[in-house]
């Protein structure tokens, strides 16, 4: 597939959507922005929300690709859930169908997979191949997510990576996030190797950065070009001396999820 030069991007007036605007130009992608919020600057940015499929089909015509990082990003009712992130993300997939769109790059979740205990002692890494077990409506949306993606592969030849994410934060505010943390910028790498790989079918990835405390296996990452730079370990000290280790007793530190696994979710996380 030759380089994808114009992207949209959708949920770009979001935290993710932000830094992503900021970092993802110097890559050589000209980017096409949309969220259901207006974007202040940003007067070229279509404001539609992701239930608008005539916006949809609008946005997509003519891209190379899409990043589509838009939706509820917490846990919220399953009828909130339900019209954002499915219906929404199925709205989204038909339009790049329907306008011969190449590739999405979808913002899955370790919400995905979030009552996968986490690895301990020598246990090892989490697999990608590992059965969805969703922690929330939220996971549960983003596990429909990686099937659509598989499905619109398998019938229509349209391709995706879904990056089951970690936390991608300017730094990593938890113990937990030592483990699952993606660094901005090693974002913006794994979001340009998702978008330039050859031949990816459908393919699941991790996203986080290379850290110490890792807890899955970054290979399908790596298989696809990203190789991250950056690593949690520098906040290891101050975080734990704040919080202390996680406790496996504790079910909400024993899963990858966190407290997204406890009803109801505890936050912060
Ligand atoms: N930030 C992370 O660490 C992280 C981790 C895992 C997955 N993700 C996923 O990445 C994506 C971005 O995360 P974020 O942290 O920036 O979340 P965010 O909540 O800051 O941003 C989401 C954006 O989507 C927009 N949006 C919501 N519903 C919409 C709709 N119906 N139509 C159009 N736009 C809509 C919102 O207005 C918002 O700007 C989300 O899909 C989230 O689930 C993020
Ligand atoms: O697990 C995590 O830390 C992150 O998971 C993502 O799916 C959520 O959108 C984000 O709010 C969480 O911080």
Redesign the pocket.
């Known amino acids: 597939m030759p380089r994808p030069r114009t992207v949209l991007l959708?949920?770009?007036?979001?935290?993710?959507?932000?830094?992503m605007r900021g970092l993802l130009p110097a890559y050589g992608y000209e980017l096409r922005l949309?969220?259901?919020?207006p974007i202040p600057d940003e007067p070229a940015a279509i404001t539609?929300?992701?239930?608008?499929k005539d916006a949809l089909r609008a946005a997509v015509h003519g891209v190379d690709a899409v990043l589509?990082?838009?939706?509820?990003?917490?846990e919220a009712s399953f009828d909130k859930i339900l019209?954002?992130?499915i219906e929404?993300t199925y709205n989204l997939y038909e339009a790049a169908r329907a306008e011969g769109v190449r590739r999405i790059v979808f913002?899955?979740?370790?919400?995905a997979v979030g009552f996968t205990p986490r690895p301990m002692g020598t246990d090892p890494l989490i697999p990608v191949a590992t059965p969805h077990r969703p922690d929330t409506f939220?996971g549960l949306s983003?596990a429909f997510g990686e099937d659509l993606a598989q499905f619109y592969w398998d019938k229509h030849g349209l391709e995706t990576v879904s990056?089951?994410?970690?936390?991608?934060?300017a730094e990593p505010t938890s113990v937990r996030m030592l483990s699952v943390w993606?660094s901005p910028d090693d974002g913006a790498r794994l979001f340009d190797a998702a978008l330039t790989a050859e031949r990816v079918g459908h393919t699941v990835v991790y996203?986080s950065s290379a850290n110490t405390r890792l807890w899955w296996d970054l290979a399908s990452a790596r298989a696809l070009g990203y190789e991250p730079r950056d690593d949690s370990e520098p906040y290891a000290e101050k975080l734990l001396a704040e919080q202390g280790e996680l406790d496996p007793e504790r079910p909400e530190h024993a899963c990858l999820g966190g407290h997204f696994t406890t009803d109801p979710p505890i936050w912060p996380h």
């Not at 539609?48 to 608008?52: F, G, R, S």
């Not at 990056?163 to 934060?169: D, T």
């Open positions: 959708t949920g770009a007036a979001g935290g993710l959507g932000t830094l949309l969220d259901v919020l539609a929300d992701l239930a608008d589509h990082l838009a939706g509820i990003s917490l019209r954002a992130n929404g913002a899955s979740s370790n919400h939220y983003k990056v089951r994410i970690g936390s991608c934060f993606m996203g």
